[in-house]
């Protein structure tokens, strides 16, 4: 029985203009002029007997239709190149991972010699941008996320606790001890994580003192915790930082604990798949793999 189905290239054509919402910027992927994108997408139209765009205000915009359209489209494609990538010899299937700048070279990037060695036949991409990171496109196949583990088109699973430490030098520390609780943090001279989503901020929030109050004590502030990273080990004060993105100099001693207590901040990191994906063979294996790697926080004592 022949099957009632439109042809490849116009469902092709269809699910780069509705991703990307342009006919144009569609063609460019594709390797098609803009007129041949609009000619195979209005013969889809003709084809279901619907509208799947609207123009508005010189904007292509999906229909109601068209948006629930779009989704089992890519869902279809998705598992049509999975498919063809697991049977066909000698292919390399490559596999799109997004991740905050600081979790992909202290935490992703140390980990891909495993990867590799699990899954040899699978090449990594990463992406740090962060409007792609967090944006609405979910234009990668899998994502490390930072936050409550609630997004919306995304099946996310817990990683690891995101838990803060406070860390300087032994040399800076010199004779001075190590504060018993964590609002006491300011009786040290602080380096400040200047980022919209501030460590620092965020630990000394949590332990009470006002945004004003932060943003009234002194120290040199830093935007990014490769910075902060770099200040603290120049001895230049306390830096409060993850405790996965310092790892390697707490082991090996070039940072100590300024604070006896770490802090959990009651969020962290998950490991999520936008959900038209989630059942693809390849990528949910390799989301298992990520998982895995997740590890209860130490303690600091």
């Not at 992909?104 to 990867?115: D, E, G, K, N």
């Not at 018993?180 to 400040?192: F, R």
């Not at 409060?240 to 310092?246: H, K, M, S, T």
């Not at 989630?278 to 209860?296: C, K, P």
């Amino acid at each position: 029985m022949r099957r009632y189905l439109p042809s490849l290239i116009a469902l092709q054509c269809f699910e780069a203009a509705a991703r990307h919402l342009s006919f144009t910027k569609a063609g460019e992927e594709l390797y098609l002029t803009q007129s041949a994108v609009s000619r195979q997408i209005k013969n889809l139209e003709a084809f279901l007997g619907c509208a799947l765009f609207q123009r508005v205000k010189q904007r292509v915009q999906l229909t109601p239709t068209g948006e629930t359209y779009a989704l089992g489209v890519r869902a279809l494609l998705d598992q049509a190149e999975e498919l063809t990538r697991e049977v066909s010899v000698g292919q390399a299937r490559a596999i799109k991972i997004a991740a905050e700048p600081a979790i992909a070279s202290r935490w992703l990037i140390p980990r891909l010699t495993a990867f590799k060695k699990a899954y040899p036949d699978i090449t990594i991409e990463i992406v740090t941008d962060m409007e792609q990171i967090y944006g609405d496109t979910h234009s990668y196949d899998l994502a490390i996320l930072y936050g409550t583990g609630q997004w919306q088109g995304l099946q996310a699973r817990f990683l690891m606790a995101d838990e803060l430490v406070a860390l300087a030098t032994p040399a800076f520390m010199g004779d001075k001890n190590a504060v018993s609780s964590h609002a006491d943090i300011v009786n040290l001279p602080l380096l400040h994580h200047s980022s919209q989503l501030s460590a620092s901020a965020e630990w000394l929030q949590l332990s009470g003192y006002s945004a004003e109050q932060v943003l009234a004590l002194p120290g040199q502030r830093f935007e990014h915790f490769h910075l902060l990273l770099q200040a603290a080990l120049q001895d230049l004060g306390v830096a409060i930082l993850p405790r996965y993105f310092a790892k390697e100099e707490i082991e090996s001693g070039r940072l100590v604990y300024a604070c006896e207590q770490s802090l959990q901040t009651g969020e962290g990191y998950y490991v999520v798949v936008p959900k038209e994906k989630s059942e693809l063979f390849t990528i949910s294996h390799v989301a298992d793999w990520f998982v895995a790697q997740g590890v209860a926080p130490a303690s600091s004592g």
